[in-house]
């Protein structure tokens, strides 16, 4: 009995640290990146807003060619929803919806996970002229990882993690826009 005593009290206490730990630990992620397009902005701008547009280059929408997409309001203005259905993992289900637009400027959406996680998320796409035919865009995703959960964030690399992903996308946008 006292060896099983033993295991009982060392068990309790690492759950214990664990529990302790995460406490302390941030919750909240930020992660973006930024590219450098050859087009004028408002061009690009004009592109990134319709949400069906962003399946072309999204490294998310790529990953399951026979993923299931479907749009609700009038794509490209405030209230459009875009969701998707996957049997794909990495991909998943769910939806986006655009909550926010400073005309030619940027996007704002909410991002609404529902397998293989229940989680929400905020994002954002911008578009700056840095030249006449020059755009700096951006993407951003920011989120918040519940306690105890968080305990994870040091292990999980959020910002190598979405950020890869970002920059593939950011990359394939570069593509299209200069093709």
């Given at each position: 009995m006292g060896v099983l005593k033993k295991i009982l009290t060392a068990l309790i206490l690492i759950v214990s640290i664990v529990l302790i730990a995460a406490y302390f630990m941030p919750k909240n992620y930020a992660v973006a990146r930024e590219i450098t397009i050859n087009k004028p902005a408002d061009t690009i701008f004009n592109y990134v807003r319709y949400l069906r547009n962003q399946n072309e280059f999204s490294v998310w929408a790529n990953i399951d060619p026979k993923m299931k997409s479907t749009y609700k309001g009038t794509d490209g203005k405030v209230g459009a929803v875009s969701a998707w259905e996957s049997k794909v993992k990495e991909v998943g289900v769910g939806e986006q919806e655009i909550?926010?637009?400073?005309?030619?400027?940027?996007?704002?959406?909410?991002?609404?996970?529902?397998?293989?996680?229940?989680?929400?998320?905020?994002?954002?796409?911008?578009?700056?002229?840095?030249?006449?035919?020059?755009?700096?865009?951006?993407?951003?995703?920011?989120?918040?990882?519940?306690?105890?959960?968080?305990?994870m964030m040091p292990i999980m690399k959020m910002d190598k993690m979405i950020g890869n992903d970002l920059q593939k996308g950011l990359e394939n946008l570069k593509a299209k826009m200069e093709h």
């Open positions: 909550t926010e637009i400073t005309e030619g400027k940027r996007l704002e959406f909410d991002l609404r996970f529902k397998e293989p996680m229940n989680d929400t998320a905020v994002g954002f796409m911008s578009t700056e002229a840095i030249a006449n035919n020059q755009t700096k865009v951006k993407w951003g995703i920011e989120g918040v990882m519940p306690y105890p959960m968080n305990i």
